[in-house]
Each structure stands twice: as structure tokens, then as C-alpha cells.
């Protein structure tokens, strides 16, 4: 069964950062695309960044382009989004997700392309 453990959060004024990780007890992680979302309170999760198995592309909401950035460590089993110049509108709890398809090179961008998730994380941004 794979575990993904999310870490990072926290409390940040408005034009801070945080950098989240992941970890996953996965021996194949390195074969699999990772996603990040974001769910905040009364909405539905959305997606907000997702990389490649080989960490080679990346895709990203418009609503963050620019100021996160998602990476991987394979070595590490562990994946990362580095949030900067944070908004109060990105207020969430955000959850790292495993791609379902195995050795692909595409990073999908629906909820339903994800079979593995994780606990997820709060992200509060005061204004």
C-alpha cells in the first residue's frame, strides 16, 4: 500500500513562503508522475501542480504560474512545491498525489487520474 506523507505547512502572512514535501513508501516512485492540489473550505479540490516521473516537465494552474514551483527528488521518494509570494487566497489544505499511470509521460491534470493520496497539509496565508 503506498503512504504519502505531506509536510510544510503552516501559518504565513500574505507575500511569504512555505515549501511543502511529500514522501512516499513507494519503490517504484521514480515510474510515476506526482501531483499537488488544493482543496479550501466550501470549494471542490483543485489541481495546482503536477511533474513528471523523471521530473523533466512540469504543468501548473493558472492561478499559480510563476510563483510556485513543483520538483521531485528521486532519490528521496519525496516531492516538493515551493510556494512564494503566498496570497490569502491560497488559504487550503493541500495534498500530494501519485499519478495512476505507471512509466507514462504525462502528468495528469483530474482528480480522477490520481489513485494515491495523501493526509494533506494546511496552508493559512493572513492578509
Known amino acids: 500500500q503506498v503512504q504519502l506523507v505531506e509536510s510544510g505547512g503552516g501559518l504565513v502572512q500574505a507575500g511569504g513562503s512555505l515549501r511543502l514535501s511529500c514522501a512516499a513508501s513507494?519503490?517504484?516512485?521514480?515510474?510515476?508522475?506526482m501531483g499537488w492540489f488544493r482543496q479550501a473550505p466550501g470549494k471542490e479540490r483543485e489541481f495546482v501542480a503536477g511533474?513528471?516521473?523523471?521530473?523533466?516537465?512540469?504543468n501548473y494552474a493558472v492561478s499559480v504560474k510563476g510563483r510556485f514551483t513543483i520538483s521531485r527528488d528521486n532519490a528521496k521518494n519525496t516531492v516538493y512545491l515551493q510556494m512564494n509570494s503566498l496570497k490569502p487566497e491560497d488559504t487550503a489544505v493541500y495534498y500530494c498525489?501519485?499519478?495512476?499511470?505507471?512509466?507514462?509521460?504525462?502528468?495528469?491534470?483530474?482528480?480522477?487520474?490520481?489513485?494515491?493520496w495523501g493526509q494533506g497539509t494546511q496552508v493559512t496565508v493572513s492578509s
Open positions: 498525489a501519485k499519478s495512476a499511470y505507471y512509466r507514462s509521460s504525462y502528468y495528469p491534470t483530474r482528480l480522477y487520474e490520481y489513485d494515491d
Open positions: 513507494i519503490r517504484t516512485f521514480s515510474q510515476y508522475g
Open positions: 511533474i513528471t516521473r523523471s521530473g523533466g516537465n512540469t
